[in-house]
């Protein structure tokens, strides 16, 4: 195949002009009327908040309650050349669903039904607005649960279009594992569906997995069909503290490599610990901890976690603490899912510069004892926690806003970990994905000829260039 450097997608310059916005809004408010909006505070609200990043505001927001409406919104946005940028709840971490270009923010959470549950198949379909703890509550008196579970409330359609995982994933897999088939709206406003709800198909291109992860740049999901697993018979969960982040590292890679089947191994580094302590009222030691818990029968989770302690101790650690009741068990996972806001009472009034990286298992502790020098030698305030199961992990610099040398100096942080982990044979974005921020590094992972190809996909699925422009690729 001869290799054209970087094909066109199609560029855009600016924001849309007031006179373009006036007759955009005009069209939206004679179509959705109250579930239409240009207040300045919720267009805020739908630009990104959670970080140091700028917020980018569209100039409308849209609430949709059905597939009609979004394809309407995508006609109306085709017909005046805006920007459409799905929302979910807005959780990403990279600037996702900024909109530098303007144009109307699609948010979908009042598409939240959950269409149908199949028990005997184990899956379930569901509109994309549906959040994590949504699901796992309707699915409550069925035996089932969906495992994935980012530290937000994120909505199913924003965790599909960001390839989200969590600290199931080591055990049940992330979004690529776990989504059947998806329903999408694309540029012209069809409806198409990506495959069927049988487990495995060998049919054809795999429009499922170009969706996922594809940050909205590709159409808008309205439909999912999920795997979903069976409620285990037993768990046991517990903490387990290590002279070192390194020695952590080192019995999370015998774990994984000696294929223990542990469903859950988070590092927390000492830092993370200590912001536990304040957060979450607990009183564990402060030193580098492995949180880690097993599913099973009664007798495999004790035989897991006898294992698990043997590994620990042959690296210096334990004793193994274990959690035995459900509320403890639940009070030490809110506590890891409320890492984010945790890790801001380490430095009051300073913001969160959250950034993610993963590496093949075997590379796991040199790429965060790397990191931990890199940390050292930077002098930023950066604590650590990760699925580090999965060979993942996040630093979080918090920063000084108002200081310009502190962002300088954090972005360079981020930058040495992405070429890091990249050079590991791992990638600059294990879950969060690439938004705004990470679009630098794509041609350094996957190469100029793979671009190319994901630019050329991107032209063809989205000629116009309607769909969350300005993510992913520089374009
Ligand atoms: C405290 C905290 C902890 C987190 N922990 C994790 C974690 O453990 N694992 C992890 O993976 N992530 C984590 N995240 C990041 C975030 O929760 C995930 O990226 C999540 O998948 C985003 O979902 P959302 O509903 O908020 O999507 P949004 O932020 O609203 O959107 C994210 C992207 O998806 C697109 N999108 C949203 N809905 C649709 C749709 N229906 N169709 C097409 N495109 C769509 C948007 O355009 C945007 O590009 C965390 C974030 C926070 C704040």
Redesign the pocket.
């Known amino acids: 195949m001869k290799h054209v450097t970087h094909p066109a997608i199609r560029q855009r310059q600016g924001r849309l002009s007031s006179e373009a916005v006036a007759a955009l809004n005009a069209d939206l408010a004679a179509r959705f009327g109250n579930r239409f909006t240009a207040s300045e505070a919720i267009r805020a609200a739908h630009g990104h908040t ?1 970080t140091w990043l700028k917020n980018e505001p569209p100039d409308a927001v849209v609430f949709a309650e059905s597939r009609d409406d979004v394809v309407d919104l995508v006609k109306l946005c085709a017909k005046h050349d805006a920007p459409l ?9 990279e600037g ?2 900024n909109a530098p270009h303007g144009g109307v923010s699609l948010d ?1 959470t009042r598409m939240n039904a959950v269409l149908a549950v199949h028990a005997d198949d184990l899956d379930c379909v569901i509109e ?1 607005g549906v959040t994590r703890k949504q699901l796992n509550e309707h699915l409550r008196d069925s035996g089932l649960f969906f495992p994935i579970d ?3 409330d ?2 199913l ?3 599909a ?2 390839r ?3 600290t199931n994933a080591v055990r049940y897999g992330t979004m690529k594992d776990l989504v059947l088939s998806l329903g999408v709206v694309v540029a012209d406003g069809s409806f198409l569906r990506t495959g069927t709800r049988a487990k495995k198909s060998s049919a054809g291109y795999d429009l499922t997995h170009l969706f996922i992860g594809s ?2 740049t590709l ?4 439909e999912i069909a999920l795997r979903l697993s069976g409620i285990p018979e037993a768990i046991a969960a517990g903490t387990c503290s290590f002279p070192s982040v390194r020695a952590a590292c080192e019995a999370t890679i015998e774990t994984i490599q000696s294929g223990l089947p542990i469903a859950r191994c988070e590092l927390v580094d000492a830092l993370s610990v200590r912001a536990f302590n304040t957060y979450s009222h607990l009183s564990l030691p402060e030193q580098p901890m492995l949180l880690v818990e097993f599913h099973g029968t009664e007798q495999s989770v004790a035989e897991q976690a006898s294992r698990f302690g043997e590994i620990a101790a042959s690296r210096g650690g334990g004793p193994f603490a274990s959690a035995t009741r459900p509320e403890e068990r639940t009070k030490l996972w809110q506590a890891r899912h409320d890492t ?1 806001w945790s890790q801001m009472t380490l430095r009051p009034g300073a913001r969160p510069f959250a950034t993610d990286a993963c590496v093949p298992i075997s590379r796991l502790a040199d790429c965060v004892e790397e990191t931990l020098d890199d940390i050292a030698r930077s002098g930023l305030v950066a604590p650590i926690v990760g ?1 580090v199961g999965d060979g993942n992990f996040h630093v979080t610099p918090l920063i000084d806003l108002a200081n310009k040398a502190e962002i300088d100096a954090a972005d360079a942080f981020a930058a040495r970990l992405a070429h890091r982990a990249i050079a590991m044979g791992g990638t600059c974005t294990g ?3 690439v ?1 705004q921020k990470k679009r630098e590094y794509m041609e350094e992972e996957h190469g100029p000829i793979a671009i190319d190809l994901m630019r050329r996909v991107k032209a063809s699925f989205d000629p116009m260039n309607l769909f ?1 422009p300005g ?1 992913v690729f520089f374009a």
């Open positions: 959670l940028v799905p929302f979910g709840v807005g959780s990403s971490l996702h669903v979908l994309p980012p530290g937000a994120a909505s359609g924003g965790m279009a960001t989200a995982s969590g940050e909205g159409g808008v999901i309205v984010y699925h879950e969060h994905g938004g969350n993510k």
